[in-house]
T-cell receptor
Framework: QKEVEQNSGPLSVPEGAIASLNCTYS??????FFWYRQYSGKSPELIMS????GDKEDGRFTAQLNKASQYVSLLIRDSQPSDSATYLC????????????FGKGTKLSVKP | DTAVSQTPKYLVTQMGNDKSIKCEQN?????MYWYKQDSKKFLKIMFS???????INETVPNRFSPKSPDKAHLNLHINSLELGDSAVYFC????????????FGQGTRLTVV
């Protein structure tokens, strides 16, 4: 059974702090990793993708991938109340088969 | 124009009925998906189509039948609806078969009473 694990939270951080969201996955053969943000009552929205070990930065967001540890994380710097949402980790397990599996999401709350 | 559009946005129906949800994407993507998000917000893949061909069919009751008349459309028909089918159903599309840059529709909230 291919799985993607996340702490459900809620994770509460003060405004301006760094929020750290973590995700582990079960299949070593996975090549593509994604972070989606989902506001309450809305659809998931892609915010980061990462394919190689190391860090990838995009504005206030940094995705980190460690394939040896089967671990991917998302750091949000200078957290804002508007970052309050559920963050979903997704892993492509299928390679050419297109099986994009999601974790259960971590709910982030940024307090003003 | 909405990139991935689903209709209807809300659907309330009685147990035992048959209903359909439609999805259209204008992004030119080759791959489309149906996901179910339950009350605990778990987003679970149901089906994946690439160029109108079924490539993933997860463990889903055969009351659920997807249909892709062309690569821009992926509809979901559900027979004999049950209370447990109540959820939000999301359609998504991706330019690649491996799911990169998947873009989601706004969702269809199905309530079975």
């Amino acid at each position: 059974q291919k799985e993607v694990e996340q702490n459900s939270g809620p994770l509460s951080v003060p405004e301006g702090a760094i929020a750290s969201l973590n995700c582990t996955y079960s299949d070593r053969g996975s090549q593509s990793f994604f972070w989606y943000r989902q506001y309450s009552g809305k659809s998931p929205e892609l915010i980061m993708s990462i394919y190689s070990n190391g860090d990838k930065e995009d504005g206030r967001f940094t995705a980190q991938l460690n394939k040896a540890s089967q671990y991917v994380s998302l750091l949000i710097r200078d957290s804002q109340p508007s970052d309050s949402a559920t963050y979903l980790c997704a892993v492509n397990y299928g390679g050419s088969q297109g099986n994009l599996i999601f974790g259960k999401g971590t709910k982030l709350s940024v307090k003003p | 124009d909405t990139a991935v559009s689903q209709t209807p946005k809300y659907l309330v129906t009685q147990m035992g009925n048959d209903k359909s949800i439609k999805c259209e994407q204008n992004l030119g993507h080759d791959t489309m998906y149906w996901y179910k998000q339950d009350s605990k917000k778990f987003l679970k893949i149901m089906f994946s189509y690439n160029n109108k061909e079924l490539i993933i069919n997860e463990t889903v009751p055969n009351r659920f039948s997807p249909k892709s008349p062309d690569k821009a459309h992926l509809n979901l028909h559900i027979n004999s609806l049950e209370l447990g089918d109540s959820a939000v159903y999301f359609c998504a599309s991706s330019p690649t078969i491996s799911g990169e840059d998947a873009f989601f529709g706004q969702g269809t909230r199905l309530t079975v009473v």
